[in-house]
């Protein structure tokens, strides 16, 4: 009898406890026959090295979330793909010790999931961070009209000089079509509260968040309560698993495949 496959993958970040990507890379897999061995790891910056080591040193591969995205360069042989073109690192293959993003794509099939166009609108991206550089390149591939804000004017303008994107001034301006919360507010210790308030989504027709839990966030809340379609991140979370996958396997990613699979995914765990 044939041993099964199986794959050690994990996922470091600061607080990693809540997230739904041990379930995911289970079900995916699973699909596929092989079997999964995931641990979560919960690191502040003072931990990353000895983490990462260990990631390296026994994982197959493993995905890096908020806010070490930028931060795993200098462990890395190389950085491919839309990770070299953002500047952010989500996937990790450890027998080559290579880099790549997969966030992008799995942003682009979460929009075209949740009906949201966004060639030739203006879109503003919230954060400055590895989600909103790889979120602003993937709407620019698709043209949209990418506007990025953050707080730290230093960050946002050489952010936006190396993505060749625009600095939005104000986000309480208004004036956008579509928003994106790229940041970690809204989650953890700043559930409740949202990166803009309700005058930022004024002529606006749709609002995006990256957060998965709460499944709706305030920022998602006060745009519902305008009349803007929501969306937030969990359909992402699956798909940029799903990439992340192809990549730790050498197997050919198709969109069809990726959306059957979500499909079930959901009928299995609800979204």
Known sequence: MQKKQTLRLGLIGKDVSKSNSERIHNFILGQWGIECLYERFSV????????????????????VTIPYKRDIFEYLDGVYGDAFACGAVNTVVCATRKGYNTDGVGFLQMLDGAGINVKEKKVLVLGAGGAGRSSAVALKNVGAKVYVYARRREKLEETCQQLGVSAADNPESGGFDILVNCTGVGMHDTEGQSPVTGAAFQGAEAAVDLIYTPKKSQFLQLAEGQGLSICNGASMLFYQAYFADCLYLDKTPMRDEAEALYQKYVRVYGE
């Open 44 to 63: 502040s910056p003072d931990g990353f090295d000895i983490a990462m080591r260990r990631l390296l040193g026994d994982f197959d591969g493993f995905n």
